[in-house]
């Protein structure tokens, strides 16, 4: 069993409120991620959960424990930062048995060898285990970057924007290989990023934070598909989501207290023009291969949607524009729930 629990944490430097009256549950196995932009607060968070800052407020429990004033080394956390922080004149091997090798903990040579080397193979770098790590291209380094959290095998992770540093084509490499070891070590992991993306893929619940505050913690579908505001609903989506003043819809009922709407791409279709009462302008076609994104002008606002590709369509030219499922916001930008 592993978990953590977050009671009311607070934590101020001088004028800036980094994380506020935040309340949060990751439980046993779960991979929890905490989306939300830069300044967001993730990382205070992760620094209060490890011990390396004190909260002003409120409490962090671990495994029913209450370590709130406990010292960082004495929780069984595992840390992996954005930046690799390898030692780089070691070989991978030394750099993976570097956490076993601790005067304090008097790990056997033999067993090290055996925990470094499963770490390896969990990880596909077996093969590099005697390169320097200055050898090692920047997917492999950021492997055994968290290889050496894995080596420890300790009950929770925390992670900071592990993948933030690399190409695109390795974050999707190494989210798979993230999930699928979250999976095969049932561990409990608490990760932070700014990308929706990694934040849909793997996490089995999201927690959308802004300015310290934790607005709405639930599986990826409940937040995409029930955002709790305009904000949270503005946080997923590719492209991303359409706002709309509510007045300026036709034929789609709204429930009272609705100003704004939001209609995600999937939800806004474009046709030929055929009598409907929402006609809109195409401004440009983007070609992204497999399919077109179109932005639109209607009534003066900006829309954005997707096309097939062997949808004819050109700049200028009259579209209708049909769409469901709206999502209502009032005034404040919180979700007004539909009429049932
Ligand atoms: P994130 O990781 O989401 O980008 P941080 O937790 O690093 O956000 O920071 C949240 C806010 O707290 C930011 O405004 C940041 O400038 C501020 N902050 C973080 N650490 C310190 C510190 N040690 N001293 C002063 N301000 C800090
Ligand atoms: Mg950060």
Do not use: W
């Amino acid at each position: 069993m592993a978990d953590i629990v977050l009671r009311n944490i607070s934590k101020r430097f001088e004028a800036v409120e980094a994380v506020r009256e935040l309340s949060l549950a990751v439980n046993d196995g779960e991979f929890l991620v905490l989306l939300g932009p830069s300044g967001a607060g993730k990382t205070t968070t992760l620094r209060l959960i490890t011990g390396l800052e004190a909260p002003d407020a409120g409490s962090v429990m671990i495994d029913g424990r209450d370590v709130t004033h406990d010292p960082p080394g004495s929780r069984d956390i595992a840390f992996v930062f954005q930046q690799y922080s390898l030692y780089p004149h070691l070989t991978v091997y030394d750099n993976l048995a570097f956490p076993l090798r601790s005067p304090a903990r008097r790990v056997p040579e033999p067993i090290i060898r055996k925990r470094v080397e499963q770490t390896a193979e969990l990880l596909h770098i077996a093969s590099k285990l005697n390169n320097r790590a200055t050898r090692l291209s920047g997917g492999e380094m950021q492997r055994v970057a968290i290889g050496r959290a894995l080596v420890r095998d300790p009950s929770i992770y925390l992670m900071d924007e592990p993948l933030s540093s690399l190409d695109a084509k390795l974050r999707a490499e190494l989210r798979l290989e993230l999930k699928r070891i979250q999976l095969e070590l049932g561990a409990t992991i608490l990760y932070v990023t700014h990308d929706q993306v990694e934040a849909m893929t793997m996490a089995s619940r999201i927690g959308v934070i802004r300015d310290g505050q934790l607005l709405q913690c639930g599986t990826p579908r409940e937040i995409y598909e029930s955002p709790s505001s305009s904000y949270v609903a503005s946080r997923l989506g590719t492209p991303q989501i359409n706002f709309l003043p509510a007045h300026l819809l036709s034929d789609v009922p709204v429930p009272p207290g609705t100003e704004t709407v939001g209609i995600r791409t999937e939800h806004l279709q474009i046709a030929a023009r055929n009598g409907g009462r929402m006609v809109g302008r195409v401004h440009r076609v983007e070609h992204l291969g497999e399919q077109n994104h179109v932005h639109l002008d209607y009534k003066g606002e900006m829309l954005v949607t997707l096309a097939d590709p062997r949808q004819p369509l050109q700049s200028g030219q009259e579209v209708e524009l049909h769409l469901v499922h709206p999502l209502c916001f009032d005034r404040a930008g919180q979700r007004v729930p539909a009429i049932i």
